[in-house]
């Protein structure tokens, strides 16, 4: 009974959440870290035992090394391209349909709301073939369209979905009220629902470009030539035959990691806010 009240007294404490957070926070920024570290670390340095938790030496050799023997900058160049392409077309469509899904329903139109969750949940890895076989008759194989198309197809019921939570929250009033002003529907949508979800549309639009710029699988197999791969698979290509070049690697992480971390640390209010506003109006 002792241990008991013990236990539910620590539960109750008020430093109990910090402390939890805390651990997880640790647990979970532990291989960013470990990532960040060995980046400065020599090679011979990287195989040391007992692994050191600081470089002894800290030296930019692999970064030098992972610009002289990989194109890194058109590594950045093309994941650029296809994540703002991708993103762009996929917020784009997805707005004017979860606004027509949320707004303007029909008979069906909840049954169509759900199959954009099923085919979110479907894995992609399962569309690999189907979609190579496609790309292939139609000669997009090693072409940025190829992989936007198939990152369009796997953030775009995302998209749906979260934005469609956002429209359901507006005020159907207000839209009334315009169209008896004599507004068209179409600029309802973008001179008053649009302003108001805002931060809902920031927030799907960052979701989507994240998933686009970490995408490894669909850039690995629909881009075959070195000129036309992203910043995920120029990383894996520091995995050699004989050995891995951990620190390079690691350096090549780092940089990749650099330009989304910013864009997140920057939007991150437009997230917390977008998606907290959906969930709590919803």
């Not at 900058?73 to 707005?95: C, E, H, Q």
């Not at 759900?114 to 790309?135: H, K």
Request: with cysteine.
């Amino acid at each position: 009974m002792r241990i008991r009240k013990l236990i539910l007294k620590i539960i109750d404490h008020k430093i109990t959440p910090y402390i939890l957070l805390t651990l997880l926070a640790l647990i979970i920024l532990s291989p960013l870290y470990w990532m960040f570290i060995s980046s400065f670390k020599s090679m011979g340095e990287i195989y040391t035992l007992p692994p050191t938790f600081f470089p002894a030496k800290p030296t930019l050799e692999a970064f030098k090394s992972s610009f002289h023997f990989s194109p890194v900058l058109t590594y950045f160049k093309n994941s650029i391209i296809v994540a703002v392409v991708a993103t762009l077309v996929t917020v784009s469509f997805a707005t004017l349909v979860a606004y027509s899904l949320s707004q303007y329903r029909y008979k069906g139109s909840g049954l169509v709301t759900n199959m954009f969750l099923v085919f979110r949940a479907l894995p992609p890895m399962g569309m690999m073939l189907p979609f190579y076989i496609l790309l292939l008759a139609f000669h997009l194989i090693n072409t940025y369209t190829a992989l936007i198309i198939f990152l369009i197809y796997l953030n775009f019921p995302l998209a749906v979905w979260l934005l469609k939570m956002f429209f359901d929250a507006f005020p159907r009033e207000l839209i009334e009220a315009a169209m008896i002003d004599g507004c068209s529907r179409i600029r309802i949508l973008f001179r008053i629902v649009l302003p108001v979800t805002a931060y809902g549309l920031a927030a799907a639009s960052v979701i989507c470009f994240m998933f686009c710029w970490n995408e490894f699988f669909a850039a690995k197999i629909f881009m075959s030539s070195e000129a036309m791969r992203t910043i995920p698979v120029g990383v894996y290509s520091f995995t050699g035959e004989e050995m891995i070049y951990w620190n390079e690697i690691c350096a090549m992480g780092v940089m990749a990691f650099v330009p989304s971390g910013i864009f997140f640390i920057l939007c991150q209010k437009h997230i917390v806010r977008g998606l907290g506003e959906g969930a709590v109006k919803a």
